[in-house]
C-alpha cells in the first residue's frame, strides 16, 4: 500500500498567489501527492480579539493582532480557481482545509477529493455537522483532544452522513515545532485499534524522521508542513520542510512503503540464491569408510548447503555409511 503525502503549503504562500503557484511546482518535484491549502474567511473564523499562540508571536508582526495576520493569508476565489488549474498542471492533487462554510462550500465546488478538520475544529459541532455532509473520505486531526473527545467528533460526524470507513483519524501534536518527547506516536496506533479507524499523522516536528516512522508504524496518510525557504517571515514557515528535505522524506516513506511487504514471513526471491550459500550440511569430518557408523566423531556440518541438512542430525547419527567419503565430502544416505 503506498501511503498518501501530503505536502502542507498552509499559509506559506504569505499572501502572494506567485509563491503559493512556487510551493504548488516544487510540491509536485518533491513527490507529494497533494498539497494542501487553508481556505478561510477571517472574519468568519476569528474574533478580532483573537490572541496569537506563542509561535505566531515568535513568527510573524508582534504589533499585528491575529487578526490582522490572518486576513492577509486569505486566499479569493479567485486564487482558489488559479491553484487548481496550476495543480492539474504539474500532476499533482489540490486540497485545502476549510476554517468556515463558506470556504466549505467553495472547496467542495471545486470537486477536491478529500475533507480535513483541523484539529482546532474538533470540538465544533456546527462545523462537524456541515462538513459531514460531504461524500467525500475525512481526514480528521486530533492535536490536543482526548480520547473522550475524539469519540465524541466520530460520532457526530458518523450521525451526520459521513460513515466511519471514510475516516481518517490524523494523529498530531499542535506546537510548531513539536517536542519529540510530547510526539507520543504509539497513540496513533492504539487510536486505530480503539475506534477501528485507518489512521494517519499531521507532523510538526523538526525533521522527517518521525513521519517516517508513522509510516512504519501503519500511518496511511502524512501531512507535513512545506515551504520553499524557512527564513521566510510568516507563523509556519520555521516548522516547515524545504523542498529537498521534503523529496527525501518522501523517498523513505516510499522506501517502507516497498520494505513493509505482506507480513507472510517466507524467503524472498532475492534470499533463495544465498541459501545454498550461506548454510551449511552434514559432512564427513574424517576419511569413513564404506559400512562405517555415522558418528559425532567422524560428522560435522560446514558449507554450502547443498547436502543434508543438518536438522537431520539426529536422523543420520547410527547410520552405516553406503559409501566411502573423503573429509568434507557431503555425506549421502
Keep these: 500500500m503506498s501511503t498518501l503525502v501530503i505536502a502542507e503549503a498552509g499559509v506559506n504562500h504569505n499572501g502572494d498567489i506567485a509563491l503559493a503557484k512556487k510551493l504548488v511546482r516544487a510540491a509536485a518535484e518533491a513527490g507529494a501527492d497533494l498539497v494542501k491549502f487553508q481556505s478561510f474567511v477571517a472574519a468568519d473564523s476569528l474574533s478580532r480579539d483573537a490572541p496569537k499562540a506563542e509561535y505566531q508571536k515568535k513568527n510573524s508582526v508582534a504589533q499585528e493582532s491575529q487578526y490582522e495576520m490572518v486576513s492577509k493569508l486569505e486566499l479569493t476565489r479567485a486564487d482558489h480557481l488559479a491553484l487548481f488549474a ?6 499533482i492533487g489540490f486540497f485545502s482545509t476549510a476554517f ?5 462550500d467553495l472547496l467542495r465546488e471545486l470537486g477536491q477529493s478529500y475533507t480535513k478538520i483541523p484539529s482546532g ?29 475524539i469519540e465524541a467528533a466520530l460520532d457526530v460526524i458518523e450521525k451526520s452522513g459521513t460513515p466511519r470507513e471514510k475516516i481518517t483519524l490524523m494523529h498530531c501534536t499542535t506546537e510548531y515545532p ?18 477501528g479507524v485507518e489512521v494517519g499523522y499531521s507532523d510538526h516536528t523538526s525533521g522527517i524522521e518521525v513521519p517516517i516512522a508513522a509510516v512504519a508504524l ?24 524545504e523542498p529537498g528535505e521534503f523529496a527525501a522524506m518522501v ?11 505482506d507480513g507472510i514471513k517466507r524467503p524472498s526471491k532475492s534470499e533463495e540464491k544465498n541459501k545454498p ?18 558418528s559425532e566423531s567422524n560428522l560435522t556440518t560446514k558449507r554450502p548447503g547443498t547436502g543434508l541438512s543438518p536438522m537431520l542430525w539426529d536422523e543420520i547419527i547410527g547410520r552405516r555409511a553406503c559409501r566411502a567419503f573423503r573429509p568434507d565430502e557431503l555425506v549421502e544416505i
Design 86 to 91: 496550476e495543480c492539474e498542471d504539474c500532476g
Design 100 to 104: 468556515d462554510r463558506k470556504s466549505a
Design 121 to 149: 475544529e474538533l470540538t465544533n459541532l456546527p462545523y462537524l455537522r456541515y462538513l459531514a455532509r460531504t461524500e467525500t473520505p475525512i481526514f480528521l486531526s486530533t492535536g490536543m483532544a482526548t480520547v473522550g473527545e
Design 178 to 195: 513539536a517536542p519529540m518527547e510530547e510526539v507520543n506516536l504509539l497513540a496513533m496506533v492504539n487510536m486505530g485499534k480503539a475506534f
Design 218 to 241: 501503519g500511518a496511511t496518510v502524512i501531512e507535513k508542513h512545506f515551504t520553499l525557504d524557512r527564513s521566510l517571515p510568516g507563523p509556519d514557515h520555521l516548522a516547515s520542510l
Design 251 to 261: 523517498n523513505g516513506i516510499r522506501n517502507i512503503n516497498r520494505a513493509m511487504g
Design 277 to 294: 550459500i550461506a548454510r551449511k550440511s552434514i559432512v564427513a569430518a574424517t576419511a569413513i569408510r564404506e559400512g562405517e557408523y555415522f
